[in-house]
């Protein structure tokens, strides 16, 4: 009985002290952090109706109880990530002022090119283009650059660096997660040669293969979805010792919205909407 009761009291010990090494290697927690999102569109929330309320940066920052702020926007690059950065006053404050960091990019840098039909191309039939291989080596070094300049505004901040997902399905999905997980290699392998940089929260993991986590556009994370990236931020942030939950508190219910309707009008949205449907392996109606 005596050996048992050591053996529970160093485990205890041990559990108490791994505790304290991890909440020393980040740093104590101000009564209220100041927690920015930062990046692309999926960062911003922008497959839900009310981001303000429902995107999973808003669901961790009411969970945790932290402050929020939200810089990211649709269709931002590295590159121009990298100009808010350095070109930004008030995006460099914000910066210095974080305690957490949750960052979103890389996806956009492929989509968003005026070559992304020969690059679709070119990955359907197996090839990497000359497009993409260029595109490739210039997101990596923006990514570099993104990370050190954060870093130099603030050393002690917590970086939750996110992978890219995957949303569409057959033919196309498959070029599509080529350039995914090409994106998600070079975060991966940005933080093996640069040990604790930042922390890997996978979104890959959580959105790929799941239909109903994606929005009507098939592109971002529906009210769902943004409620799985915050559980998976909420595990990372208790895991670091940053947090105290892992179930996501909802402020608001989240608004679903259909993005073709709403930008090209009830009937030619609804028709492109289930063309694009269709052709990204999911449900047309």
């Given at each position: 009985m005596k050996k048992m009761k050591r053996a529970v009291s160093l485990a205890l010990s041990l559990m108490v002290a791994l505790s304290l090494l991890t909440t020393a290697a980040y740093g104590a927690l101000t009564e209220k952090p100041d927690?920015?999102?930062?990046?692309?569109?999926?960062?911003?929330?922008?497959?839900v109706a009310n981001p303000d309320e429902a995107s999973y940066g808003a669901i961790v920052a009411n969970t945790n109880g932290y402050n929020y702020n939200n810089i990211a926007r649709t269709a931002r690059t590295t590159e121009g990530l990298l100009s808010q950065i350095t070109g930004n006053e008030s995006a460099r404050e914000l910066i210095s002022e974080a305690e957490i960091i949750s960052l979103s990019i890389g996806g956009n840098d492929y989509f968003t090119d005026s070559g992304v039909v020969g690059i679709a191309?070119?990955?359907?039939?197996?090839?990497?283009?000359?497009?993409?291989?260029?595109?490739?080596?210039?997101?990596?070094?923006?990514?570099?650059?993104?990370?050190?300049?954060?870093?130099?505004?603030?050393?002690?901040?917590?970086?939750?660096?996110?992978?890219?997902?995957?949303?569409?399905?057959?033919?196309?999905?498959?070029a599509y997660l080529h350039g995914t997980e090409t994106v998600n290699k070079m975060i991966y392998s940005?933080?093996?040669?640069?040990?604790?940089?930042y922390e890997i929260v996978d979104v890959a993991a959580v959105i790929?293969?799941?239909?109903?986590?994606?929005?009507?556009?098939?592109?971002?994370?529906?009210?769902?979805?943004?409620?799985?990236?915050?559980?998976?931020?909420?595990?990372?942030?208790?895991a670091l010792g940053l947090g105290t939950e892992t179930e996501p508190a909802l402020i608001a219910e989240g608004i679903e919205y259909d993005y073709y309707i709403k930008y090209y009008g009830e009937f030619p949205g609804r028709l492109y909407g289930i063309l694009v449907r269709l052709f990204t392996g999911h449900k047309p109606f």
């Open positions: 927690y920015l999102l930062m990046g692309d569109s999926i960062a911003e929330g922008y497959g191309a070119g990955l359907l039939v197996g090839i990497e283009t000359s497009t993409f291989k260029r595109l490739t080596v210039q997101m990596a070094e923006n990514f570099k650059k993104i990370i050190a300049e954060i870093k130099t505004l603030n050393p002690d901040v917590v970086i939750l660096m996110q992978t890219v997902p995957c949303s569409w399905y057959g033919p196309l999905g498959s940005y933080l093996e040669e640069n040990p604790g940089a790929n293969n799941h239909r109903e986590y994606i929005a009507l556009d098939t592109v971002h994370p529906n009210t769902q979805g943004n409620i799985a990236i915050a559980r998976a931020v909420l595990e990372k942030l208790k």
